[in-house]
């Protein structure tokens, strides 16, 4: 359609053989303006595509946390299949309430009147008809002890002098459940320092500065530092470990907190680097021989170990593709992962090779389904990998390290997802967010260590109070190791 601005298309047959070669080369530049143009068009809108989808990424369909969801956060959505397992408490758990004991540490008796309401006679000495026990905390109140070193002369002179106790080192100090007592609150509970002091003092009326709270913690640190080393070599040769990772802030800057974890065990460091030098400094990873459950971060897979990957991750991704980009194939594998998964749990162990042939079948032609809708992008001819989508991506993880898919399916100790590792992550991320960071390396380095003695203690039912107590009683007690 031709608008008012427009010239009108000339009469070709009333042109001359000139006047056409003039039009042609005139508007030869333009046709290949406008390939040029629909190339940029098509770049802009896949451009464009990418930067929606990005918008729709969440904790629920990627990798990302749930405090990056801010306020807009997607409704909760279990990746558990339906009547995996039911509302309330599950088939063999002994649940907890409270019971009556046998001896209570007070009684009141509730007489009734003297006399009778009815007739006013005196009434004789009422007996138990029923009994209610009330659970209370007692007045919690700190105690002083006094030590005093006795002097005494013998006969021949020699002036005999008692000894204080190991430990009582200064006319006034805190005991060692005092400071057990700031160091759970900081480091198992996350509570931030001010707070750990005005709490002591609100609850036992004992006063406590900051900087009490700070030494208790790094005297707890040196304390317990050859155990949390002990730890480090079991989990190194361990036969299964759980590895993550997450950001850290320390000094203003970003810093990264590494995680590894097996049933028994946790251990906790900090670094400034995320990959291979953090693993080199800390020493575990490259020696470890067992298999490594992992997202699939590039620097685990150049580890010389097994692996087996997390597919929590798998399942979030897939979500993603399967809602945000609508492609089913990315719904048919969300359902048969988790068909076999239940199929590991229901065998007690790893699935018959006759059975895995047929689950890894169906594998192979759902993956081949998306690889139809997500080719690889050939190189661009630019330096570096070519760019590709995330459903591309994700595919040729899936293709490319599909027995560390499955190894949950073929070894009986691997388990489905990573959830051991990323549960080992979720506290220390929230003493950053209630603290906001650490000032120090030192003071970072103090956490990482306490935190996993006090998380692996935790793991193996023990009072972690008590035993900060007895750590600074010194005789920190010592978890399993196998």
């Given at each position: ?10 009469d ?17 530049p333009?046709?290949?303006l ?7 068009l ?18 629920r ?42 001896e ?12 009778c309401?009815?007739?006013q006679a ?6 138990v008809?029923?009994?209610?026990q009330?659970?209370d ?21 020699k ?9 009582v ?26 707070r750990?002091?005005?709490?002591i ?14 030494a ?7 304390r ?20 993550d ?8 800057s ?13 251990w ?20 470890f021989q067992?298999?490594?459950?992992h ?6 897979r ?8 997390c597919n929590?991750?798998?399942l ?9 980009l609508?492609q ?17 749990k ?7 090779a ?19 809708l997500?080719p690889?992008?050939?190189k ?18 899936l ?9 949950f ?17 979720r ?16 003071g970072?380095?103090t ?8 998380a ?6 023990h ?20």
């Open positions: 359609m031709l608008t008012k601005d427009m010239e009108p298309i000339p070709l047959d009333k042109l001359s053989v000139a006047e056409k070669d003039a039009l042609i080369r005139e508007l030869w333009l046709r290949t406008a390939r040029e143009l629909s190339e940029q098509t770049a802009l809108q896949a451009k464009v595509t990418e930067l929606e989808a990005r918008l729709a990424l969440n904790s369909n990627s990798s990302k946390p749930p405090s990056s969801d801010g306020l807009n956060k997607p409704k909760p959505k279990s990746l558990r299949q339906r009547g995996e397992r039911p509302t309330g408490g599950q088939k063999g758990h002994a649940g907890h309430t409270l019971e009556k004991v046998a209570p540490d007070q009684v009141v008796e509730h007489a009734p009147p003297p006399f309401p009815a007739c005196p009434l004789p000495a009422g007996t008809i029923e009994a209610r009330v659970f905390l007692p007045a919690l109140v700190f105690e002083v002890t006094e030590h005093r070193v006795l002097v005494a002369h013998c006969t021949c002179g002036l005999c002098r008692g000894e204080f106790p190991a430990g080192t200064a006319p006034v100090q805190y005991g060692p459940a005092a400071l057990a007592a700031a160091v759970h609150l900081t480091q198992h509970h996350m509570l931030p320092v001010q750990t002091a005005a709490l003092h609100d609850f036992f009326g004992l006063a406590m500065s900051e900087a009490t709270v700070l208790a913690s790094e005297d707890a640190r040196q317990l530092q050859p155990t949390v080393e002990t730890i480090a070599q079991a989990i190194q040769g361990a036969e299964l470990a759980h590895a990772e997450t950001g850290l802030r320390i000094a203003g970003l810093h990264w907190m590494h995680v590894l974890a097996t049933d028994l065990m946790t906790v460091g900090c670094h400034a680097k995320r990959g291979r030098a953090a693993f080199d400094a800390f020493a575990i990873l490259p020696n067992g298999t490594l459950i997202d699939g971060w590039k620097p685990y150049e580890l010389p170990c097994q692996h087996g990957l929590a991750h798998h979030r991704e897939l979500t993603y593709v399967y809602e945000e609508g089913a194939w990315a719904g048919r594998l969300i359902e048969l992962l988790q068909a076999a998964n239940q199929a590991v229901q065998q007690g162990g790893p699935l018959p006759a059975q895995r042939a047929v689950w890894r079948a169906q594998y192979e032609d759902i993956l081949c389904e998306g690889e139809t997500n690889v992008l050939p661009s001819g630019k330096r570096g990998r070519t760019r590709q989508s995330k459903a591309t991506n994700l595919l040729l993880r293709r490319s390290y599909a027995d560390d898919v499955w190894r399916a073929t070894d009986r100790n691997v388990p489905f997802t990573n959830n051991l590792a990323e549960q080992a992550v506290m220390p991320k929230v003493k950053q967010k209630i603290s906001g960071g650490f000032r120090t390396q030192n970072a380095e956490f990482c260590t306490i935190r996993s003695y006090l692996t203690l935790h793991k193996q039912g009072n972690l109070f008590q035993a900060l107590t007895q750590t600074f009683q010194g005789h920190p007690p010592q978890p399993r190791f196998a």
